[in-house]
């Protein structure tokens, strides 16, 4: 892949900022992004470095731009199987649970699998699920999110107390694949 200005004012776009925004973030002036972009400036590594970076990170976006929305919900009393079915029909591998609208714990196919016996299809969520993912706001930093997302499978996202979309890694992979 060939950087040049062209390139980099596309990242800057598909990313959704502003050359202001840009310039603010990599500390240069938005001048500087302009020219840079037009082709009009040969930029020195050390900013070639620094646009790319934060280009190719999801910086600047919150987790708001990058959750799925549709998240998918198990209640404690379910069954395995049932759980089981809802994750291979949506194609994910884990499921908050939730107890009177609040997050109690999180179903993983890791869970399954680790308590895979011949009855655990009749067993109940509560009896294999883990701890709760962790919770953020919104207007979360994506980059924020990043070293949770080393130790948890996802991350809630959260809007004035309510649910409104989870991360997972594959979530913050598709940012990567969607800037190249």
Same mark, same amino acid.
């Given at each position: 892949?060939?950087? %040049?200005?062209?390139? *980099? /004012?596309?990242?800057? *776009?598909?990313?959704?900022?502003?050359?202001? /925004?840009?310039?603010? $973030?990599?500390?240069?002036?938005?001048?500087?992004?302009? /020219?840079?972009?037009?082709?009009?400036?040969?930029?020195?590594?050390?900013?070639?470095?620094? *646009?790319?970076?934060? $280009?190719?990170?999801?910086?600047?976006?919150?987790?708001?731009?990058?959750?799925?929305?549709?998240?998918?919900?198990?209640?404690?009393?379910?069954?395995?199987?049932?759980?089981?079915? $809802? #994750?291979?029909?949506?194609?994910?591998?884990?499921?908050?649970?939730?107890? =009177?609208?609040?997050?109690?714990?999180?179903?993983?196919?890791?869970?399954?699998?680790?308590? !895979?016996?011949?009855?655990?299809?009749? =067993?109940?969520?509560?009896?294999?699920?883990?701890?709760? !993912?962790?919770?953020?706001?919104?207007?979360? %930093?994506?980059? #924020?999110?990043?070293? $949770?997302?080393?130790?948890?499978?996802?991350?809630?996202?959260? /809007?004035?107390?309510?649910?409104?979309? &989870?991360?997972?890694?594959?979530? +913050? +992979?598709?940012?990567?694949?969607?800037? &190249?």
């Amino acid at each position: 892949m060939i950087i %040049n200005g062209a390139t *980099l /004012k596309k990242l800057r *776009l598909d990313s959704g900022l502003t050359q202001r /925004k840009l310039s603010q $973030l990599v500390g240069v002036s938005q001048a500087h992004i302009a /020219k840079i972009e037009g082709g009009r400036v040969d930029p020195r590594m050390s900013t070639v470095n620094k *646009l790319l970076q934060v $280009l190719t990170e999801g910086e600047g976006k919150d987790c708001g731009e990058v959750m799925t929305r549709q998240v998918v919900f198990a209640e404690p009393m379910d069954k395995v199987v049932k759980v089981s079915q $809802l #994750m291979m029909q949506h194609a994910i591998s884990q499921l908050p649970v939730l107890k =009177n609208r609040r997050v109690v714990g999180t179903v993983t196919e890791e869970s399954i699998i680790r308590n !895979l016996s011949s009855s655990i299809a009749d =067993n109940r969520v509560e009896q294999v699920m883990q701890p709760p !993912l962790p919770i953020v706001p919104e207007d979360t %930093n994506v980059s #924020m999110i990043k070293p $949770l997302l080393e130790d948890h499978p996802g991350v809630l996202v959260v /809007k004035k107390g309510d649910i409104v979309g &989870i991360i997972t890694r594959s979530d +913050l +992979l598709k940012t990567v694949s969607n800037t &190249i």
